[in-house]
């Protein structure tokens, strides 16, 4: 015996390593598992007989005869790549007890005969409980699977000498198949027996690659998860919102289970989200001094993205398969938390909370983000509210015409949109608090950071977002308040501010009293009140010299105080764009000219009578430049017909 | 001193398994006469069940002397469990063929190659055995349904032995480091009273060339275990001398 020889097998003797003899696994009677044979003191031979055993690699000492073709329902999703058959390999043999058939005392062979150990307790079949899978296997991660590596860059094969491999499966002596032991040692005295820690999702990701997990919010995450508990969320990783075993989702073994409150949640999409995605659900993160967003409570409020709605219709659009089961332009009627996000790359603002997902562009094409394309915010929101509005949010008489196409809203050569896409039409030095600072009529900073102005853009979240961000001027993403984002408001149509609909004073509509300051604070949030309703010269562009009335050469200020107590949204009826202005009539504004948002509501009235600039007879109100350039307007209000267009026009001395 | 030293060898020899096993075939279900019994027949003993004197033209080459024709195995033995590996005819080889010469299920008599002239041995005058007078004696027991179509379901033998943790190469049988990569092994199975072979003649065990045989776990010869087993399997022991689990 060399002297290395010697050495080793001291060790050995000296340091006794723990082995499968202080696991779960020894069933024998000298363990003191709840699991245990009353008087047999083997170990391996539950699982293991030199001879007359199974046919099987290793030999097994359990009759595996009764697995026979089409016993188990096995797993599958619209986004699985790679066959998946009938259990075979060592999964059958795992499957021996753990599909809770065979009593767990049933041997082959044991002194030469088969043999049923008593078990101490009672025990005959697997216990009740998460570690008899039963035959249906649809809740547990697939196995005796080839991995269909070329169709999925997401799913690659372990690397040669990880602790995770492929086993063999079908084709004997060929190891090339995902198997329970590609995860579990069924000897290791570690936790769940795992062939390798999974701490930080290290298991998972052997085979799982997942772009932008590296510092998405959910990997980087240090929040406490159950919320009293001493692990982390970037370190369950995976296991946050994934089961390897017994999953509540009927594919891609999501689950509901929330550690901080007790049993899992009923299945639906929104649950598995909500598990940490609510007050308490999650510990503090010392790193940014919060937990997880409460979305619930978003979710819970008078307007919302309703998640609630659709269960089972999502299905995952960030994924590489394809044809993807979902098409980016969403038709199928539902709304999911995952529509919008990517939990596998969401960064936390001012981060793109959008990464890692797919959206329409203004050209409808579809956009992936990765690294070198970040996609846009409306990109996503073009996903549903855009070229698939009408089936998807049909017209409704309780849903005002935001129900619109909004691509085709936003597109930047229409002759007014607020800039979502693009810098606005309006360039009038008026709008530009950048040359009238600081009381400009438009206030706050940009989502960019930068003073609001004729240039900047804005994000559909600057007006339809929490009301908690209200307690900023410009844009939401500026304020303090947690979470932001579309999910749900006060307000109506998930505005960040109150904002008045109502409309049709004209014809016997809501009494409006007098002005009220919230009745547009919405709009307050960028467009300064006081430029709004300057009688002189603090202005807006909508203004005439002279004595149109006395005193209100602002013809804001006509409107919403002085004259009518008018509604914003009278004149400006699509806030988005001019392009469905269906009762309004553009006399002499050439399509794709600065129109300046004005689309009139639908109870506003035609001017009955002729234009006296053109002579004809709108049959809309009508808005329009007479034939010096100058712009008027040609309606009734109020049952008057003052707005008769010669005494309608107006002049502004510098536009 | 030397008459001390004498005594002291012999105690300690009469404590070592080797001294206990050096007359247990004769107590064991090896000793075909019956167990404990002796031999009723004059100038026949219980080792010429298995081996031939060397003078006889029949001995094998290769030690231990054996019937030089051999016995093949079972047909159905032909089927390797791994398909990948060496082929069985490398494997079956060495002390397995001999044991596979009977326990294959093929003999049908106790097959004696050498035999005083004066003996007749009959079936009668060989010691009752339970499992030959079950199949009838006709084959030493009814084939064993797991091996009807191949070896499956049987611990392999002919496989190399990572002796030392060092990957061994051993009939046929490249060294296979993924043996070793899982560290499951003892690093020498000996030290616990189990048996190492090599498949090269005259070299001693040495890390690199060991192997497992049937022999490993059984020693034909008895042992005070049960099934010939050289240590005994309660607790898992047996197993547990090589695997490390």
Redesign the interface.
């Known amino acids: 015996m060399s002297t290395a020889l010697l050495l080793s097998a001291l060790l050995a003797q000296t340091q006794p390593m723990p082995d499968v003899r202080s696991t779960k696994h020894n069933l024998s009677s000298n363990s003191t598992n709840t699991v245990h044979a009353v008087s047999e003191d083997g170990v391996c031979v539950f699982c293991h007989i030199p001879h007359k055993a199974a046919k099987s690699k290793p030999v097994w000492n359990r009759d595996l005869s009764y697995q026979t073709s089409g016993l188990y329902n096995v797993y599958t999703s619209t986004t699985l790549d790679s066959n998946v058959g009938q259990p075979n390999g060592a999964s059958k043999l795992c499957l021996s007890c753990h599909d809770g058939t065979l009593a767990i005392g049933s041997l082959l062979n044991n002194n030469l005969g088969p043999t049923t150990v008593q078990m101490a307790n009672g025990v005959t079949t697997m216990p009740v409980g998460p570690r008899n899978l039963g035959t249906d296997l649809r809740d547990d991660h697939p196995v005796s699977m080839v991995p269909n590596v070329g169709s999925d860059p997401e799913i690659v094969v372990p690397p040669a000498g990880d602790y995770v491999q492929l086993k063999e499966g079908a084709t004997p002596g060929v190891a090339d198949s995902v198997q329970c032991t590609s995860c579990h040692d069924p000897h290791l005295p570690t936790y769940k027996f795992l062939v390798k820690s999974n701490t930080r999702g290290a298991l998972c990701t052997t085979c799982h690659s997942k772009p932008g997990w590296i510092g998405s919010a959910h990997e980087q995450s240090m929040a406490a998860y159950p919320a009293s508990g001493t692990q982390v969320v970037s370190d369950l990783a995976c296991l946050s919102c994934h089961a390897p075993h017994n999953g509540q989702s009927p594919s891609r073994l999501l689950q509901t289970n929330n550690l901080s409150f007790g049993a899992p949640f009923p299945w639906n999409e929104e649950n598995v989200c909500y598990s940490c995605h609510q007050s308490g659900g999650t510990g503090i993160d010392p790193g940014t001094g919060r937990g997880a967003p409460d979305i619930k409570t978003q979710m819970g409020k008078a307007t919302h993205h309703p998640v609630e709605l659709a269960v089972d219709q999502h299905q995952p659009v960030f994924t590489t398969h394809l044809p993807e089961p979902e098409s980016v332009l969403n038709s199928n009627l539902h709304v999911e938390c995952a529509d919008c996000h990517n939990p596998h790359q969401v960064r936390p603002l001012p981060g793109n909370v959008h990464k890692g997902m797919k959206g329409i562009s203004l050209s409808g094409a579809t956009v992936i983000d990765n690294a070198a394309v970040d996609l846009k915010q409306y990109e996503v929101c073009f996903r549903c509210h855009g070229d698939t509005f009408a089936t998807f949010i049909p017209p409704a008489p309780t849903r005002p015409p935001s129900g619109s196409n909004k691509r085709t809203e936003f597109q930047t050569t229409n002759g007014a949109y607020h800039p979502v896409a693009g810098a606005g039409r309006n360039q009038s030095s008026f709008l530009n608090n950048v040359l009238d600072a600081p009381d400009g009529q438009l206030k706050g900073n940009d989502w960019q950071g930068n003073r609001l102005s004729r240039s900047s853009t804005l994000l559909c979240s600057d007006c339809h977002n929490s009301e908690a961000t209200n307690n900023v001027n410009g844009s939401a993403r500026n304020s303090s308040a947690f979470p932001k984002g579309p999910h749900g408001s006060v307000n109506q149509r998930i505005l960040r501010a109150n904002m008045s609909f109502a409309v049709g004073s004209m014809n016997g509509g809501p009494p409006f009293g007098g002005y009220n300051t919230n009745n547009f604070a919405l709009c307050f949030l960028c467009h300064d009140e006081q430029r709004l309703r300057g009688a002189t010269v603090n202005r807006s562009n909508f203004y005439q010299p002279g004595n149109v009335s006395s005193g209100n050469g602002n013809l804001h200020n006509l409107h919403l105080v002085d004259k009518t107590n008018a509604n914003c949204m009278e004149c400006h009826y699509n806030i988005h764009s001019n392009v469905e202005a269906a009762n309004t009539d553009y006399r002499n504004i050439p399509s794709g000219s600065p129109s300046h948002l004005i689309n009139f509501a639908p109870t506003v009235v035609r001017f009955n009578g002729a234009d006296p600039y053109y002579g004809d007879r709108p049959t809309k109100p009508r808005y329009g430049r007479n034939p010096s350039g100058q712009p008027y307007c040609l309606l009734q209000c109020h049952g008057s017909d003052k707005m008769n267009g010669t005494d309608s026009t107006y002049a502004p001395p510098s536009p | 001193m030397r008459a001390a030293l004498l005594i002291a060898m012999l105690g300690a020899a009469a404590t070592t398994p080797a001294a206990s096993r050096m007359s247990s075939i004769d107590k064991s279900k090896h000793n075909f006469f019956g167990p404990g019994e002796r031999s009723p027949l004059p100038g026949m003993d219980v080792c010429q069940f298995c081996h031939v004197p060397n003078r006889l033209e029949t001995a094998g080459s290769v030690p231990p002397l054996w019937d030089k024709a051999g016995k093949g195995h079972n047909a159905a033995l032909s089927t390797p ?5 060496p082929p069985l005819a490398l494997r079956w080889a060495g002390s397995t063929l001999r044991c596979l010469s009977c326990h294959d299920s093929t003999v049908s008599s106790i097959n004696i190659v050498f035999r005083p002239s004066s003996v007749s041995l009959r079936f009668d005058q060989i010691a009752d055995d339970g499992r030959r007078r079950d199949a009838a004696r006709s084959t030493m027991r009814a084939p ?1 349904e ?1 091996w009807l ?2 070896v ?4 392999p033998v002919g496989i190399p032995y990572p ?3 060092e990957p061994s190469e051993y009939r046929g049988y490249g060294p296979r480091a993924t043996l070793l ?2 560290g ?1 092994w ?3 199975p000996r ?1 616990r009273g189990l048996k190492l072979f090599t498949d090269r003649s005259g070299f001693d065990v040495i ?1 690199g060339t060991a192997g497992v045989e049937c022999a490993s ?1 059984h020693d034909p010869h008895g042992t005070p275990n ?1 099934y010939f087993l050289r240590i005994p ?4 022991e047996l ?2 001398g090589c ?3």
């Open positions: 469990a791994d398909p990948s590996g064993p797991e179509a191949s499956m379901g049987n611990h002796l030392a943790l990569a899982t499951d003892q690093p020498d030290t890390s776990c049960k399997k309660e607790r898992s197993c547990l695997h490390r689990k």
